[in-house]
Structures are given as structure tokens and as C-alpha cells.
């Protein structure tokens, strides 16, 4: 009964290659959210959805994209990953700002 | 705009022993407060979170919160840790119909047996 499921959980990319990393929902919520998280660090969003309308913080890094095909799925684009980008990545959604629910992660490496 | 400070990034105490992980925000508007605990390469959980009502809310595994507008705090406690507990806990705000999470930097909470 997973309800925001990440994949890949573990993804290994190579300086500069493109990586797509994926979150789907079965909550119907609204609003979606991608977060890097690094080691000891708190999340840092990085841009939200609120159904289709993209949000994009102002200190994230061109490099990152994103697509919401439809309500159900969120996908976070690296165009040209670099050694600073090796992080674990948080999907999230909410119900107009309420309660945010979590995926279990994707920890990205960098080699 | 919104922030949330957490003073105590390491917290270590015994096992059985109480703890209190603090958490004071700031904002120019109504807002909904949360604790989320996170384990080693997982997600966040939700830990509690109060949205409106009584000021003390609860979770089911024995944490509490208390909401302090006058204070703008909302600091968590358990009155006996156990070992399971050992985790980075994070505090969080948003505000009365927005759609972004303010995340505090995290308290590492460690309990020794």
C-alpha cells in the first residue's frame, strides 16, 4: 500500500550523463515536490507542482528539470550531473500545503 | 517568509531517559507545524503535526508536542527514549494555505544503551 513510490532507490550515473529519476502517487494529491538532500543536511527544494503549474525555486540550478505527465507521476531530470550533485533525492506530495508525504528516496552517485 | 530553527543538532542520552529536541520557527502568518523523522537512507516520516485545535498533540509511539504561539515553538519530547528511536529528527512549517515545507537543519537523536 506504498503511496509515493521512488524508483530507482539506488542509481549510479556518470559525470555528465543524463539521469531521470521517477516518483509516482496513489494519493490523487495536488501538489508535488522534489527535495536534494545532502549528507546531515535538512531537504532543499527544489521545485513544486501544484497540479500542473511549475514552481521552481530560485536557487536551483538550471541542470534541473522536471515533467508532470499527469497527476500521478513526477519525474526529476539532470541534464549533465556533476560530482556536487550526489545526493539522496526526496519526492513528496501534500493536499494544498497540508501534511507532506514522502517517498523512500533515491540516493544518486556520481562517478 | 518562513524558517525553523533547530538549536540542537546532536542529542545523545540514555536509553529510558527523557529527551526534548527543540524547534522555534518564525513566520508573519498562520502556519502548520510538523516533526519528521527520518532513519538511515529512508524518507521522511511523519512523526506528529499540529494544524489546529488543541495545542499538545501526540504520536503513536509516545512522542508529544506542544504548539506555543506566544513563544513560536513547537519542541518534541518523549518522557522515556528507547534504543529504536536512535534517528535525525526534523521540524518543519508551512504556512495557511501555501504549498511549501520549511524544513529546521535536523536534530541527530541518539540513544545509548
Known amino acids: 500500500d506504498a503511496m509515493v513510490i521512488q524508483n530507482p532507490r539506488y542509481q549510479v550515473t556518470q559525470f555528465g550523463k543524463p539521469v531521470t529519476l521517477s516518483c509516482s502517487q496513489t494519493?490523487?494529491?495536488?501538489?508535488m515536490y522534489w527535495y536534494q538532500q545532502k549528507s546531515s543536511q535538512a531537504p532543499k527544494l527544489l521545485f513544486h507542482?501544484?497540479?500542473?503549474?511549475?514552481?521552481n525555486e530560485a536557487d536551483t540550478p538550471d541542470n534541473f528539470q522536471s515533467r508532470r505527465p499527469n497527476t500521478s507521476f513526477c519525474f526529476l531530470d539532470i541534464r549533465s550531473p556533476g560530482l556536487g550533485d550526489a545526493a539522496m533525492y526526496l519526492c513528496?506530495?501534500?493536499?494544498?500545503?497540508?501534511?507532506?508525504?514522502f517517498g523512500q528516496g533515491t540516493r544518486l552517485t556520481v562517478v | 517568509a518562513q524558517s525553523v530553527t533547530q538549536l540542537d543538532s546532536q542529542v545523545p542520552v540514555f536509553e529510558e531517559a527523557p529527551v526534548e529536541l527543540r524547534c522555534n520557527y518564525s513566520?508573519?502568518?498562520?502556519?502548520?507545524l510538523f516533526w519528521y523523522v527520518q532513519y538511515p537512507n529512508q524518507g521522511l516520516q511523519l512523526l506528529l503535526k499540529?494544524?489546529?485545535?488543541?495545542?499538545l498533540v501526540e504520536s503513536i509511539n509516545g512522542f508529544e508536542a506542544e504548539f506555543n504561539k506566544s513563544q513560536t515553538s513547537f519542541h518534541l519530547r518523549k518522557p522515556s527514549v528507547h534504543i529504536s528511536d536512535t534517528a535525525e529528527y526534523f521540524c518543519?512549517?508551512?504556512?495557511?494555505?501555501?504549498?511549501?515545507?520549511?524544513f529546521g537543519t535536523g536534530t541527530s537523536l541518539t540513544v545509548i544503551p
Open positions: 513528496a506530495t501534500s493536499r494544498e500545503g497540508l501534511e507532506a508525504f
Open positions: 494519493l490523487n494529491h495536488n501538489v
Open positions: 507542482y501544484y497540479d500542473k503549474d511549475f514552481n
Open positions: 513566520s508573519s502568518v498562520s502556519v502548520y
Open positions: 499540529y494544524l489546529s485545535g488543541s495545542t
Open positions: 518543519a512549517v508551512s504556512d495557511y494555505g501555501g504549498n511549501q515545507f520549511y
